[in-house]
Nanobody, 121 residues
């Protein structure tokens, strides 16, 4: 089995920073894309950022220039550094990974349990 465990959420004032972490564990052979999504109350889940196994990154327009995604392939871990946070960044943040398990020929999607980020004064 594969598990993604997130940490680092919390309450922060506007303009502040937070770093989210997501560690993947289990019978992992390789990980392709890793990413972060978020879901605010009453809204659909949306992509925040993703990073390929080669380090190529993609960001939502709303976070471009404020958030940075990066990963440690040796530890199967990804991070989301969030700076200049705004109240509209308030949401539950979910990590995601495309994982190929041992003795499998395909990549499958796995999700973390979600971590709350609240930006408020």
């Amino acid at each position: 089995q594969v598990q993604l465990v997130e940490s680092g959420g919390g309450l922060v004032q506007p303009g502040g920073s937070l770093r989210l972490s997501c560690a993947a564990s289990g019978t992992i052979f390789s990980i392709n894309v890793m990413g972060w999504y978020r879901q605010a109350p009453g809204k659909q889940r949306e992509l925040v950022a993703r990073v390929g196994s080669d380090g190529t990154t993609t960001y939502a327009n709303s976070v471009q220039g404020r958030f940075t995604i990066f990963r440690d392939n040796a530890k199967n871990t990804e991070f989301l550094q969030m700076d200049s946070l705004r109240p509209e960044d308030t949401a539950v943040y979910y990590c995601h990974a495309d994982v190929k398990r041992y003795r499998s020929d395909v990549y499958m999607n796995y999700w973390g349990q979600g971590t709350q980020v609240t930006v408020s004064s």
